[in-house]
T-cell receptor, first 113, second 114 residues
């Protein structure tokens, strides 16, 4: 399972509150990603990281920020949660050699009420 | 920009019947192609992948897929479906350089009838 742990697994929060989701990996992979999954859209890339302090935006980055101060942790922050950010969030890694095969965490179900 | 289309949102097959899930991609160079499966409430599991070489690739759980460059397709097949195959299936494409992120199709939900 590539040693990926997401926390929390479930969260309910109120509109306007900040929320941080954590992705932790144990195998020192360089590339890490945050996706959101919504019905009819598959998974869409929010942000990604290609090293400590090196991050960039994906296709649906508005309203989200990320940080990576250590190789093993990639944090996704919703500065002020909105109902449109209710979704399932997946963290993923790809290995640095060979293929771009991605390994996924178990997901975090976030509900914004 | 790369993109993936899965034309079938929902497919129902009888147990023991054959299965083919369609996937079309758009990408300027030779793509890296993947099929993932997701059971309800679970993460994504890789079924198979194509990078180069033999265009017919074998995966786990008896699945296979064929890369057809002329049709920009990477369809997933299984000769005999089991009830446990009921899940959602995602096709994805990735570049071999740059951010290396996957672009996913919208998924096909498979229902298996007894």
């Amino acid at each position: 399972d590539a040693g990926i742990t997401q926390s929390p697994r479930h969260k309910v929060t109120e509109t306007g509150t900040p929320v941080t989701l954590r992705c932790h990996q144990t195998e020192n992979h360089r590339y890490m990603y945050w996706y959101r999954q919504d019905p009819g859209h598959g998974l869409r890339l929010i942000h990604y990281s290609y090293g400590v302090k090196d991050t960039d935006k994906g296709e649906v980055s508005d309203g989200y920020s990320v940080s990576r101060s250590k190789t093993e942790d990639f944090l996704l922050t919703l500065e002020s949660a909105t109902s449109s950010q209710t979704s399932v969030y997946f963290c993923a890694i790809t290995t640095t050699t060979g293929s771009t095969e991605a390994f996924f965490g178990q997901g975090t179900r976030l509900t914004v009420v | 920009a790369q993109s993936v289309t899965q034309p079938d949102i929902h497919i129902t097959v009888s147990e023991g019947a054959s299965l083919e899930l369609r996937c079309n991609y758009s990408y300027g160079a030779t793509p890296y192609l993947f099929w993932y499966v997701q059971s309800p409430g679970q993460g994504l599991q890789l079924l198979l992948k194509y990078f180069s070489g033999d265009t017919l690739v074998q995966g786990i759980k008896g699945f296979e897929a064929e890369f057809k460059r002329s049709q920009s397709s990477f369809n997933l097949r299984k000769p005999s479906v089991h009830w446990s195959d009921a899940a959602e299936y995602f096709c994805a494409v990735a570049a071999d350089t740059g951010r290396r992120a996957l672009t996913f199709g919208s998924g096909t939900r498979l229902q298996v009838q007894p």
